[in-house]
């Protein structure tokens, strides 16, 4: 007997068996003829089993035969051997009774429909090559042929399903799963795992689902815009699972998960709680702030003018300036998002009383003269209400004295307006004597501050004053070796005088802006000019930069050499680097003031222009003082 080893990876599935006949066609009992049939595990990617079939043949007792043998598949010939069968000796080719004489092995693949199932049909057969003689027992009861057609079921072969989607995916936001299936009858379970988290998206699915992840999965990825996990699909045969195929996938967090945050916000020292200049400030406190599922504040951030800071609490320098300022707070999550908010207030402008006055002698019905035994005061004032916040108070407060005097009262009493240019005071009860001059200290209170001016009244005019002490011109004598009232004139030059001005901005053409201060003051003596300019704008606009910032408006023109000025203060005026000074000079024979930027790197100054590296704001304050040779 021929025997053939079993591979392992083989199983038994089964055996198929006949009698045998003879060269008449006649069965014969005694000889069988079978195939052993095994099957591979089936290989499921490519969807088919391997069949390894063993034809035998056996003679289990009589008559033998002798005789080459053909064994066929589908009646193609394998294998021919000469064999002995039945024949109880030694010999190779005796095969002795009762004993199965095992052909080759037949491997064969058969492809499984797209359904996994798969039935075949094996056909095999022996033949041998005994033909009809004069021997009759031979021709009796000696083996001619036996053939098997058998169909067999092999097992199904169960393809797992598949899925597949488009792209990312975004909580909140759905998106359809697509499951390819080998068979209509599957379902399926679809389930997911994302960091700790995991649950079932769907049961007795067909070809697709549809998926919203939820926004608490942000809490998985706190500090992260996105994250991997893993779909699960499990395909089922009825109520059989036969297995499960994964896939992974990345998540984003929604478009809407941001920190949220709220705000506070209040005035300090506030104008009967109107936000004013000169003492005002702001804070803004931001609070509330939360990250979205999962997700930890990490800075804040509050800015705007005269604030900058990356607490959650600032609080703002006291105004200089009126208008709207805007804030920006910003939160930003440990996923790197920002939420931003403004916030707008508006700031009034606010200075303390402004006062100019002039006390004058006069007769006793207020007439001005110069030799009069009375007094008035011709009064201009200007009182700022910054949004009706300043009604409390609108209070004048005059008093006199003699120089060496105590201060008495000349008028005490409410003023009825905020502004005035021609107020009179005349009181036709006090006399002031001709040889007196008197000080007036004049008080303006509002409902947050007051101003003090100081002016005089010298005494009576007079041609000549000849006294001990000295002599009068155009007054009584007080002090001095010559005490003068009126203009001195030398070589026909008036020798001393002063007075205010009017100063401007200019930037070339289509310049504009509000003033908000602008004042000058000027003292000549002689043949030189002394000044002093406070001015402040904002909302400046102008049409081009090739010209100088320049401040209009001196008093006289200038006759000699370029004169320079000195800055005492300045705001937004700004540079593009560090080398960089604003300075400033009288043009000779003109009434202007050039402000320039100087590099300090080269020595050399240029006008104010961003080419040269000056930076001009809309809104400027500055303080500067000068001055420059008259040719009177």
Request: proline share 2%; glycine share 8%; with cysteine.
């Amino acid at each position: 007997m021929k025997g053939v080893i079993i591979k392992m990876a083989y199983t038994f599935f089964n055996t198929y068996s006949v009698n045998g006949k003879n060269i008449y066609g006649s069965t014969l009992s005694n000889y069988v003829v079978g195939i052993d049939v095994y099957i591979e595990q089936s290989n499921a990617a490519d969807n088919y089993t391997s069949v390894k079939s063993i034809a035998w043949i056996r003679c289990n007792s009589g008559t033998s035969t002798s005789s080459t043998f053909y064994f066929k598949e589908n009646n193609t010939t394998y294998q021919n051997t000469y064999l002995k069968v039945g024949v109880n000796d030694n010999a190779g080719n005796a095969v002795k009774p009762g004993v199965n004489y095992y052909a080759n092995e037949k491997i064969t693949k058969y492809y499984h429909n797209s359904d996994g199932t798969k039935s075949v049909t094996l056909n095999f057969s022996v033949e041998s090559d005994m033909k009809e003689s004069a021997n009759a027992n031979l021709n009796n009861y000696c083996f001619k042929s036996a053939s098997i057609s058998q169909s067999i079921t092999l097992p199904t072969i169960y393809r797992l399903s598949s899925l597949s989607f488009s792209g990312d995916f975004t909580m909140s936001a759905a998106k359809t799963i697509t499951i390819s299936s080998y068979s209509s009858s599957f379902t399926h379970t679809v389930r997911y795992a994302f960091g700790s988290s995991s649950g079932t998206i769907t049961s007795n699915a067909k070809t697709s689902c549809s998926w919203t992840p939820d926004r608490e999965l942000g809490h998985q990825i706190p500090n992260s815009l996105s994250g991997v996990g893993t779909l699960y699909l499990d395909t089922y045969s009825g109520s059989t699972r036969i297995g499960t195929t994964s896939k992974q996938f990345t998540l984003w967090v929604s478009g809407d998960m941001y920190p949220t945050f709220t705000y506070d916000y209040y005035f300090n020292n506030a104008f009967n709680g109107v936000p004013i200049t000169t003492q005002t400030t702001l804070t803004i406190k931001i609070q509330n702030a939360g990250g979205s599922r999962g997700s930890t504040i990490k800075s804040f951030s509050i800015s705007g003018e005269g604030l900058n800071t990356t607490s959650s609490t600032g609080t703002t320098s006291v105004y200089t300036r009126s208008g709207t300022f805007t804030y920006t707070l910003k939160v930003t999550d440990s996923r790197g998002r920002t939420t931003t908010q403004t916030k707008s207030v508006y700031v009034y402008w606010y200075e303390k009383p402004v006062i100019s006055a002039t006390p004058k002698r006069c007769d006793q019905n207020g007439n001005p003269t110069d030799v009069g035994n009375y007094a008035l005061v011709d009064l201009s004032y200007t009182i700022i209400n910054p949004n009706n916040a300043n009604v409390m108070s609108k209070h004048i407060n005059i008093l006199y004295k003699e120089s060496t005097g105590n201060y008495k009262t000349f008028y005490d009493g409410d003023l009825t307006s905020y502004t005035s240019n021609n107020d009179r005071f005349f009181v036709s009860t006090i006399k002031f004597e001709s040889s007196k001059s008197y000080d007036f200290k004049i008080t303006i209170t509002d409902s947050l501050n007051s101003t003090i001016i100081y002016v005089n009244i010298a005494t009576a005019s007079c041609i000549i004053d000849i006294e001990p002490l000295g002599f009068g011109v155009g007054k009584y004598h007080q002090r001095g070796a010559l005490d003068i009232n009126g203009d001195i004139y030398v070589n026909d030059m008036k020798f001393y005088e002063c007075g205010t001005f009017t100063p401007s901005f200019y930037v070339g053409s289509g310049t504009s802006m509000v003033y908000l201060n602008r004042v000058g003051n000027y003292q000549r003596v002689g043949n030189y000019c002394m000044f002093d300019i406070y001015l402040q704008v904002e909302n400046l606009t102008y049409s081009t930069d090739t010209h100088d910032l320049e401040i209009n408006g001196l008093p006289y023109i200038n006759q000699g050499t370029y004169s320079a000025i000195s800055i005492g203060y300045c705001s937004g005026i700004r540079f593009s680097g560090t080398n960089y000074i604003l300075v400033g000079y009288v043009r000779t024979n003109d009434a202007r003031i050039s402000l320039s930027v100087m590099n300090l790197s080269t020595g050399k100054a240029n006008p104010l222009r961003p080419t040269h590296g000056g930076i001009i704001d809309s809104t400027i304050e500055i303080i500067l003082s000068g001055s420059y040779k008259l040719d009177l």
